[in-house]
């Protein structure tokens, strides 16, 4: 039982992830993968600020702004310079592998006496309990937030930037400042993500990001399929099954770990459950 | 309203495939006039309208929109002033996105994409009754995704969503030109009426002699770049469609 609860808390830190990779992927229809470097530049930021004893309301910002920074520069890579959106990320997230590594100074840093989140708050007497009650919080805040975002005009114009490029920049707005805004938003988001990860686990390790775009992948291809399934329109519904899906995808793998399959193959496991939900829908219309 | 002072463009500028699109062109449309632009394939008709609108940029010569130097500025600074219909119906409208949604977009073209909620019940009611006028009973489906419409239903839209918001130059590239004959009918009848009522300056890029001869107060024919014939008031008036056919034998 506790294999699942841990799944479904890992699941809620990573909604940050999923709702990062559904903006950058499915609104602005950007391929980014600066999700690894960023992510683990969240947790190297939010390590060394805990570590030196600083309140949240200082860490939290500067996570933010240290992941929102990298997809910016990503942004700006890739309008400015003109370079492919995938290439601009990959870039970027090589980059940042030195740069956390620098920031660190070592490549594993634990929270060991730094106060975290979880232990600042104390809600319930269950720890878990009141981890679990802490990231619902967080989660459904930064819900709400894009949610409200996705419906005033500059969501409205966030989302026809991906969807009809010709036809928002004759309604006048600039779809290069847009994207860079996208980008930052998206990679905020997941730096927020390692935020919570990373006081979860109680450390921060430069390793902590690799293959972790998959993640937020898996998340929102599971709910883009249950989208297109059931035909939902509404957004709040779609943001609300991109979270589901966060947790789904770590339930999934909880799965496997419990049914014996080696934590080794724990990646090649993902990649093939991905693959699975991607060709799924493909496979069954064939037989029609 | 817009003026063209010795505008010259070239593509692939200094390489074996050079091709002078448009040669040192003057134009000057006053302030309502509806200037059809005729002329074969390849004849610049299309580069010039990308110019007016910002597309593209000028090698040399300016261009005046409204009194303002737009010479430098891109295409989502001078919307403006400039409202523009597109060849393809999917360019001028989102498909993913309700028709409330991009007539909200729509209406707010020369203004801040800002942190509030634009679509609220007054607008809706606005934008019902702007649809109204189409009579495509499109008004209750204002929820419905603009990609689920066929092309001459979106065309006509695109052409309401321009004068949602300020517009004083309306640019039609060849709106009508995937459409089927009764859409196209629809589609310009929308766009002279709207031009006359909201008395839009507009410039109509077509291959339809028919709509050259009906439409417009003046005609322009271009040939490699530069302006062959510039017809405009009574002259406009008397010309008969097979002048303007015979323009092309």
Redesign the interface.
């Known amino acids: 039982m506790d294999f699942y609860l841990t799944a479904l808390l890992q699941g809620l830190c990573f909604s940050g992830i999923a709702l990062g990779i559904y903006i950058s992927m499915k609104i602005f229809n950007i391929p980014d993968i600066t999700t690894d470097g960023s992510y683990t530049l969240g947790g190297v930021v939010t390590a060394i600020l805990l570590t030196h004893q600083q309140p949240v309301y200082i860490v939290l910002p500067a996570v933010i702004l240290a992941g929102a920074l990298a997809g910016a520069i990503t942004g700006l890579i890739h309008t400015r310079l003109k370079v492919n959106p995938l290439l601009a990320g990959i870039l970027v997230m090589t980059a940042l592998y030195s740069v956390n590594l620098t920031l660190m100074g070592r490549s594993n840093i634990p929270l060991v006496g730094s106060k975290t989140l979880f232990d600042k708050l104390p809600l319930l007497a269950d720890p878990n309990q009141n981890t679990g009650i802490i990231l619902s919080m967080v989660v459904l805040l930064i819900t709400l937030l894009i949610g409200?975002?996705l419906?005033?005009?500059?969501g409205?114009?966030m989302?026809?930037t991906g969807?009809?490029e010709?036809?928002?920049?004759?309604?006048?707005?600039?779809?290069n400042s847009m994207k860079i805004a996208g980008l930052a938003l998206a990679n905020g988001l997941i730096a927020l993500s390692s935020y919570l990860m990373t006081q979860f686990q109680g450390f921060a390790d430069i390793n902590m990001g690799i293959g972790i775009v998959i993640t937020g992948l898996g998340s929102v291809i599971i709910a883009e399929t249950i989208i297109n399934w059931l035909r939902i329109?509404s957004a709040w519904l779609s943001l609300a099954l991109v979270i589901a899906g966060a947790i789904a995808f770590q339930m999934v793998l909880a799965v496997t770990l419990s049914i014996g399959v080696d934590a080794n193959l724990l990646k090649l496991v993902t990649a093939v459950f991905v693959l699975l939900i991607v060709s799924l829908p493909r496979l069954s219309f064939n037989k029609n | 309203m817009i003026a063209l002072n010795t505008v010259h463009k070239v593509f692939n500028k200094g390489k074996a495939s050079a091709v002078t699109a448009i040669n040192n062109i003057s134009l000057n449309i006053a302030p309502g006039e509806f200037v059809v632009v005729v002329g074969s394939n390849g004849s610049g008709k299309t580069t010039l309208l990308n110019l007016v609108a910002g597309s593209i940029f000028t090698d040399a010569g300016s261009i005046h929109i409204d009194g303002n130097d737009v010479t430098r500025m891109a295409d989502h600074q001078r919307s403006k002033w400039v409202a523009r219909v597109f060849q393809n119906p999917l360019s001028g409208t989102a498909p993913d996105l309700s028709i409330i949604d991009n007539f909200r977009l729509a209406a707010i073209r020369t203004q801040r994409k800002g942190l509030s909620i634009g679509v609220t019940g007054n607008f809706r009611e606005k934008v019902r009754q702007h649809i109204a006028i189409l009579g495509m009973s499109l008004e209750n489906k204002l929820e419905q995704p603009m990609g689920t419409l066929s092309g001459g239903q979106r065309q006509a839209l695109t052409l309401v969503m321009s004068v949602m918001d300020s517009c004083k130059v309306l640019l039609l590239d060849e709106p009508t030109a995937a459409l089927d004959p009764r859409s196209a009918d629809t589609v310009m009848r929308t766009a002279d009426k709207l031009i006359h009522d909201f008395k839009l300056t507009s410039v109509l890029i077509t291959h339809n002699l028919k709509d050259a001869y009906q439409y417009g107060s003046r005609i322009i024919q271009m040939n490699e770049g530069a302006i062959l014939r510039d017809i405009s008031g009574d002259d406009k008036g008397r010309l008969s469609q097979n002048e303007i056919f015979n323009w092309f034998s």
């Open positions: 409200y975002l419906k005033t005009d500059f409205l114009a989302r026809a969807n009809s010709t036809m928002i920049r004759a309604l006048g707005v600039n779809t329109t």
